[in-house]
């Protein structure tokens, strides 16, 4: 009995952690869709040149560790971005 009382309250706990998660993961995307945002409209105004455009790139951790699988065509592309 008491056995059957802890694995509920491990199940309802790790609902929670999961919840408390993904509410984490909502609050840092949209956090940085507005940074985003307002990046792009300083960036423009810092930056005269009509054909210039900054953008704010998150990674996440997937990709951080997927740094092994890089293409030369992604270092290209991270580098045209550094350079704007």
């Known amino acids: 009995e008491r056995?059957?009382?802890l694995d509920?309250?491990?199940d309802k706990l790790q609902e929670l952690m999961d919840s408390?998660?993904?509410q984490?993961?909502?609050a840092i995307h949209r956090?940085?869709?507005g940074v985003s945002a307002h990046f792009k409209d300083v960036f423009s105004e810092l930056v005269p040149d009509k054909g210039a455009c900054g953008e704010l790139i998150m990674r996440?951790?997937?990709e951080d560790n997927d740094d092994d699988n890089d293409t030369d065509?992604?270092?290209e592309e991270?580098?045209?971005v550094s350079k704007l």
């Open 24 to 26: 984490k993961d909502e």
């Open 3 to 5: 056995k059957e009382e």
């Open 8 to 10: 509920v309250a491990r």
């Open 20 to 22: 408390l998660d993904r």
């Open 78 to 80: 991270a580098d045209q």
């Open 73 to 75: 065509e992604d270092d």
């Open 60 to 62: 996440t951790d997937l």
């Open 31 to 33: 956090t940085f869709r």
